[in-house]
């Protein structure tokens, strides 16, 4: 049993297709069948249903297959913490974003970064929140920068900024005349949310004391279709302050921002990784960057024992 066909199994696991696993291991077909076909003899069970449309792994296949992730994971520490010796700042990471954090906060953060760590690379995907906690358990992503709370086991969790709500309200609703608008206000209001899946759903919820909304709701895929809607009228909605415009007075494109009466209506956003990851140093120097260099509207949260 080796290393490379343990990630024969993992891919195959991943993709349910021969092709497409021989393609993201580098090989052929036929030598990825055959470091199959060996693991399973050498096991003397068979690992996959081959029967089906999408190649599936059987009972005992998926508890091997979650062993093996496990093992290619410690072999890739090994290797990182070798690595970490000569620079730890000279390397590639993976980085998850939540999609309503991502393209408001990315620019401010990757110039910093540039600044303090110009030899350090970071890859960029943009997922929500389920999604970027298993990627992160499966060792796909090594980090994820996201909304807390996270009640995930496993993880280091380092708060990096709290960043406030504001009201999004038509120009001319009424609303808008105010200094401030009270979260009972704004809760009688026709809500605009996110869609299921999105963790800033579920804040906006939270925050404006809903359980759920009663009847016909409208669902946007993103804040920008948020802010759409928004503007031609539709009802009105919770926006990060990161995705606000500077001046938070300011009227643009039909919509205008103003502050909420409660002081504690707020997200903070963390980094997040795995608490075996190879990359700790790397990973806590990038989290110290961004904690101290932040974008205005935001500031640090307080500091934990």
């Not at 000569?86 to 993976?94: E, G, H, Y």
């Not at 939540?98 to 995907?125: C, D, K, Q, S």
């Not at 380092?158 to 120009?171: G, H, I, R, S």
């Not at 007075?249 to 956003?269: E, F, N, S």
Request: with cysteine; net charge neutral.
């Amino acid at each position: 049993m080796t290393l490379q066909e343990l990630r024969y199994l993992v891919a195959l696991a991943d993709t349910g297709h021969f092709g497409q696993a021989a393609e993201a291991c580098f090989v052929s077909q036929s030598t990825l069948s055959t470091g199959l076909k060996k693991l399973e003899d050498y096991l003397g069970t068979v690992l996959f249903d081959r029967s089906l449309k999408r190649i599936t792994p059987t009972p005992i296949g998926r508890e091997i297959v979650e062993s093996a992730r496990l093992i290619l994971q410690e072999a890739e520490r090994i290797r990182e913490l070798a690595r970490c010796a000569q620079d730890p700042m000279d390397r590639t990471v993976q980085v998850g974003i939540i999609p309503t954090l991502g393209p408001y906060y990315l620019p401010h953060a990757l110039m910093r970064v540039r600044e303090a760590y110009p030899r350090l690379r970071l890859l960029l995907r943009e997922v929500m929140t389920p999604q970027l906690l298993a990627q992160l358990h499966e060792g796909r992503l090594d980090a994820g920068l996201l909304a807390l709370p996270i009640e995930e086991e496993g993880l280091t969790l380092v708060p990096l900024f709290t960043e406030p709500f504001l009201a999004a309200l038509p120009a001319g609703h009424r609303l808008a005349k105010k200094a401030r608008v009270g979260l009972q206000e704004l809760g009688r209001e026709n809500l605009l949310l996110l869609e299921e899946g999105h963790c800033l759903r579920d804040q906006a919820l939270e925050v404006c004391g809903l359980d759920g909304l009663a009847g016909e709701e409208v669902r946007a895929t993103s804040l920008e279709t948020l802010r759409q809607m928004v503007g031609m009228g539709i009802g009105v909605t919770l926006m990060p302050r990161l995705a606000c415009p500077a001046d938070p007075r300011a009227v643009q494109d039909g919509v205008a921002v103003r502050p909420l009466a409660a002081p504690g209506a707020r997200r903070t956003i963390a980094l997040a990784w795995r608490r075996r990851t190879p990359y700790l140093e790397t990973l806590d120097r990038l989290a110290r960057i961004l904690r101290e260099r932040l974008p205005e509207g935001v500031r640090a949260p307080p500091q934990g024992p």
